[in-house]
């Protein structure tokens, strides 16, 4: 039985979701509470017999990664995002891989069509600077650590 009332408790609760229903169903239930791809939690499809694992929502934000774990026990993952899908870095794959945040994150549209067709150059500016870019340059800052560790 499919209950909406705590689907919708863990799509503002989670960083990540998985449903074992039919797409459709989690579709019509996600719908009305996509906000953006920054804020919504990941949200992974698996069918009722195992064959899929689908990433719905957040494929760069952690749904690529869940439906690889769940790979491991038989679910074929279904990877559609163009840059994993080409073999190729994500400006968010990229960021992760830093420790950094995305501060531009719009810009992360153009740059992911870049980086499908070509290496775009990663730049360290050490200040202090100050930095001027256009729409086309995604602009990543590194996480700041508590102090102690």
Known sequence: MFDKTI??????????????????????????????KWKDPAV?????????????????????EVV???????PVPVVTTA????????????????????????????VNCALLDEDVEVLEIKGPKIVIVGDDVSVLKREEKAEGK
Do not use: W
Not at 13 to 23: K, L, P, R, S
């Open 7 to 36: 689907f919708r408790k863990a799509f503002e609760e989670y960083d990540a979701i998985v449903a074992v229903f039919a797409t459709g169903i989690v579709v019509r239930e996600i719908a009305p509470l996509i906000v953006n």
């Open 83 to 110: 840059t994993e899908v080409h073999n190729r870095n994500s400006v968010e794959g990229i960021a992760k891989s830093l420790g950094c945040d995305i501060v531009n994150k719009p810009s992360t549209v153009q």
């Open 44 to 64: 992974v499809v698996v069918d009722s017999n195992m064959n899929f694992a689908i990433p719905l929502l957040g494929g760069h934000h952690g749904g690529n």
């Open 68 to 74: 690889r774990k769940i790979a491991e026990i038989g």
